[in-house]
């Protein structure tokens, strides 16, 4: 068969022979795409057994299943391949299966020592003890461990594995970021181009792939990222924070269950115009079923609203320290993000204090930016705030 597969230029010291490759950087590089490519090129070329991995995966809908799929599609190789409910089997013995690292012991990942590839996407997210069960594992001849990731922090495990000082043996490692993608797609230029010149400390990290910066000011350190479906007959909450000019537009959906808030829908876009906002806030479902808090800034924007589609819009509340209050009304729970929320991710990740810009101590005052969806979350979870009385303590209305 002749397979043609474009190549972007960074990929190409991967095409050698080596036990581990990696591709770190920022958003919008490709990285997924190229090697859910090489994968499938490999599977075709020769019986291949691949393993797709990620720390916690509770169900096939985050994994790399669905963009491989489609890779098939595009490459129109289909016949090549049988694609399964749980795995994809390749027509010349080979198959490629999904798992998640923390389902597995010592014992049970022994099956995978006949594999010949594994790939580790969301691999800033891999934790130690799984990379140690996993690379004793592929064990087979010319075995390849490929890794995947958006850098965190330096001393996160796959850091220190493959930028470190000391590399494994036969190891390749790239750095890629949107730059080095000739099909980098105009929907996120649009947003990488409003984080370059809003706020570079998340272009930096985002788009870059640079490491978080002053982490010790992190507001929210309450949460962490989980697949995970809400069961039938939950109470849904809907915030909304209205863009200005270029700024981001946001609709969260969220619920709360046993001190537990669950964030499991956004809808973003960079200078939405308010003919299209219907649309926007229509890709979350049962948007227009629910009552639905907003910014109270733009109020012919919410009577826009009213008037298409979404009548049980209303205002949030605002006065002093009511940002403050809640702020610390989110922190007072656990937070679970569902994956697809990218930008919810992006700013629990980022949103923080202040810091003395001579000093470096940290402030208890709040930055102004990473808080678009923090302010639609604020909104979302107001009526539960006021029901429960929670208010916050003079001090740090005073301080704020």
Not at 247 to 259: G, H, K, Q, Y
Not at 318 to 343: A, T
Request: charge should be neutral.
């Amino acid at each position: 068969m002749n397979l043609k597969i474009r190549t972007p230029k960074w990929f190409i010291p991967l095409l050698e022979n080596a036990r581990y490759k990696g591709a770190f950087g920022g958003r919008g590089s490709g990285k997924s795409h190229a090697f859910a490519e090489y994968i499938i090129e490999r599977c075709i070329m020769h019986r291949t057994d691949v393993v797709c991995i990620r720390e916690i995966q509770k169900s096939l809908k985050y994994s790399a299943k669905k963009l491989i799929e489609l890779k098939i599609e595009a490459l129109g190789v289909g016949s090549y391949f049988i694609v399964q409910e749980s795995q994809i089997l390749c027509r010349n013995g080979g198959r490629i299966i999904f798992i998640g690292m923390q389902n597995h012991t010592a014992d049970s990942i022994k099956s995978l020592e006949g594999y010949d590839i594994s790939w580790v996407e969301e691999a800033q997210s891999i934790s130690q003890r799984s990379l140690d069960l996993l690379r004793p594992t592929m064990r087979a001849n010319d075995a390849e461990l490929l890794f995947t990731w958006n850098p965190y922090l330096s001393t996160d495990p796959i850091d220190k594995l493959l930028r470190g000082e000391f590399l494994p043996k036969n190891s390749i490692v790239v750095n890629v970021n949107y730059q080095d993608n000739p099909w980098f797609p105009s929907v996120l230029k649009d947003e990488m181009e409003y984080d370059k010149r809003r706020d570079p400390d998340k272009y930096a990290h985002v788009w870059l792939g640079e490491y978080v910066k002053n982490s010790e000011a992190r507001v929210f350190k309450n949460w962490r990222i989980e697949e995970f479906d809400r069961p039938t007959g939950v109470t849904y909450r809907f915030g909304a924070d209205w863009g200005y000019s270029v700024d981001p537009t946001v609709l969260i959906r969220c619920s709360v269950f046993a001190n537990t808030l669950y964030i499991d829908y956004e809808s973003y876009a960079v200078g939405c115009e308010i003919v299209n906002l219907p649309a926007l806030f229509d890709r979350i479902p049962k948007s227009h079923v629910w009552p639905l808090r907003v910014d109270s800034a733009r109020p012919e924007t919410i009577d826009y609203m009213r008037k298409h589609g979404y009548p049980k819009i209303e205002a949030a509340r605002k006065g002093s320290g009511s940002v403050e209050e809640g702020i610390q009304f989110l922190q007072s729970f656990d937070i679970v993000v569902n994956p697809r929320c990218k930008h919810v991710i992006d700013e629990l990740t980022l949103y923080g204090y202040k810091t003395d810009k001579h000093t470096g101590e940290i402030l208890p005052i709040l930055e102004d930016k990473n808080n678009h969806c923090i302010d639609a979350l604020r909104y979302a979870t107001e009526s539960l705030r006021k029901s429960s009385g929670f208010t916050i303590s003079q001090s740090v209305l005073e301080s704020a």
